[in-house]
């Protein structure tokens, strides 16, 4: 079990990319948001502050909506420097090699504050993804320890599957099926079926723990001869 825990901590499951949508909205609205508030300085602040200001809405938008909108906010945050930042205003045009400068910049480290917000969103809500199907093994296996009945392990063990895979219906079967089935291996795998696995790695071999829970469960009350 503890190598199973130590296998949830290193690999957390890959969240996707979130919101898009809002996290779009968000960072557009961000964009225009810092340059109303900076625009009073733009003949005082140098082009460069201005510029970094900017990226912060991107980092904002790339945590919220992912990579899709990370970038939308990075070009939104380069366009709006040119416009509203560069000589001559109000224009797409950029006067000075070193504004060009700075836009180019400005699109890079829009660009790669759009990816390091998408990696810090998935990082944090992998772990905390990770600590919830690690909190439900440690549910079974303290109920397990404290000498709960038999039918409470089981029944915990269900509800645990049920919600964690999404089920309509779990049932423990004390004696083999008659029936092939498909096997979940101790790894997370479908063993003696063509069948893709579905659903995330580290929830499929929290399923075998919970499974292999139940089932020292049993054989420590005098069950060893059943199945799970």
């Known amino acids: 079990m503890n190598d199973l825990i130590d296998d949830m901590r290193r690999r957390p499951p890959d969240i996707g990319e979130g919101r898009g949508s809002a996290g779009a909205v968000i960072g557009v609205v961000g964009c225009f948001a810092v340059a109303l508030v900076l625009l009073p300085l733009r003949d005082h602040v140098p082009n460069a502050v201005m510029a970094l200001a900017l990226v912060i809405p991107v980092l904002i938008a790339a945590a919220i909506g992912g990579r899709l909108a990370g970038v939308i906010t990075a070009v939104t945050a380069a366009l709006t420097f040119d416009f509203l930042f560069t000589h001559p205003y109000l224009s797409l045009r950029i006067g000075s090699k070193d504004d060009v400068g700075t836009f180019i910049v400005l699109m890079i ?99 075998v723990a919970l499974a292999d829970e139940m089932g020292a469960a049993l054989a420590a009350r005098g069950s060893g001869q059943h199945t799970v």
Not at 149 to 175: F, G, K
């Open 109 to 207: 480290v829009a660009l790669i504050a759009a990816e390091i917000g998408v990696r810090g969103r998935r990082g944090g809500a992998a772990a905390r993804a990770s600590r919830e199907e690690l909190d439900r093994l440690l549910r079974v296996s303290e109920l397990s320890a404290n000498g709960a009945p038999i039918e409470a392990v089981v029944d915990a063990v269900r509800t645990e599957l049920m919600e964690m895979l999404q089920l309509l219906d779990c049932a423990y079967e004390p004696e083999p099926s008659p029936r092939i089935l498909p096997r979940l291996g101790p790894r997370g795998a479908l063993e003696g079926s063509e069948l893709v696995a579905w659903g995330d790695f580290v929830l499929r071999t929290v399923a």
